[in-house]
């Protein structure tokens, strides 16, 4: 089989049940969802170095949702038959959150992005998240999508970033916090 097939030269892409532009908002966000997932790909690298099982286990499962995300928004007319992401995996994305963020510090201050590298790795999932969260919004003012993936992506950002402050803990390393926070989390 070749990878190629020369029907995009033209500058079109097949979605289920049609075809658009390649700069079509639908592509830019579902582009940038698979986007995020070669991220979270780095980042279960970096927790299956630290042999952390759980979170690497998390993570996978995670690269396959978000498959389902990009699935659903690939549709040219949604039909909830079909549609993969529903309630449930924000229940568990929350469910996990929840657990992680028992063993993190108290927030006070705003944090920067960093610490272990598995952290940091984390903390750019966050941002390429909230980019495709963006994008979606977006692409919903002029098109029918499956809500579900708009919720999905913003509870994933949230998991992200208590991810990021749970593989600091887990690497015995401190966050890095903003010098000129003041304590604005009580």
């Given at each position: 089989m070749k990878v190629y097939t020369r029907t995009g030269d033209a500058g079109q892409t097949s979605i289920i049940?049609?075809?658009?532009?390649?700069?079509?908002?639908?592509?830019?966000?579902?582009?940038?969802?698979?986007?995020?997932?070669?991220?979270?790909?780095?980042?279960?690298?970096?927790?299956?170095?630290?042999?952390?099982?759980?979170?690497?286990?998390?993570?996978?499962?995670?690269?396959?949702?978000?498959?389902?995300?990009?699935?659903?928004?690939?549709?040219?007319?949604?039909?909830d038959d079909k549609l993969k992401v529903h309630a449930e995996l924000v229940d568990n994305l929350e469910a996990w959150l929840d657990a992680w963020e028992e063993h993190n510090p108290e927030l006070q201050r705003f944090i920067l992005p960093g610490g272990s590298a598995l952290s940091s790795a984390l903390h750019v999932c966050r941002t390429i998240c909230r980019r495709a969260e963006r994008l979606t919004v977006t692409l919903e003012r002029s098109i029918e999508i499956n809500p579900e993936v708009r919720r999905y992506l913003n509870r994933l950002s949230d998991y992200f970033f208590?991810?990021?402050?749970?593989?600091?803990?887990?690497?015995?390393?401190?966050?890095?916090?903003?010098e000129r926070s003041g304590k604005v989390f009580r």
């Open positions: 049940g049609g075809r658009v532009s390649k700069d079509d908002p639908r592509i830019e966000a579902y582009g940038t969802i698979d986007e995020l997932n070669s991220f979270v790909g780095q980042a279960v690298y970096l927790a299956e170095q630290q042999e952390w099982e759980a979170m690497q286990l998390q993570l996978i499962r995670i690269q396959h949702e978000l498959f389902d995300c990009g699935s659903d928004l690939a549709y040219a007319r949604p039909s208590v991810a990021a402050r749970a593989a600091n803990v887990h690497a015995g390393v401190p966050d890095v916090e903003y």
